[in-house]
């Protein structure tokens, strides 16, 4: 993903919003899926999905400190 450092607030609410989306799909998935490959495939994508929202958060903070 982007590492955008003059995001706007609301655009950061937004990207942050669609990060825990994705996550919560992705982990609906991996409830559904069966099989080491898609469940070691899934769990990468869940991992950068929370890197992103870990980054994501601390942009947030960032803009919120005086």
Known sequence: MTKDTSISRPDL?????????????????ATGSSGAADEERTANRIAEQQDELDRLLKQREALDKP
């Not at 669609?18 to 982990?27: C, E, P, S, V």
């Open 13 to 29: 609410d937004d990207r942050i919003a669609i990060a825990r989306d994705n996550i919560r799909q992705l982990t609906e998935q």
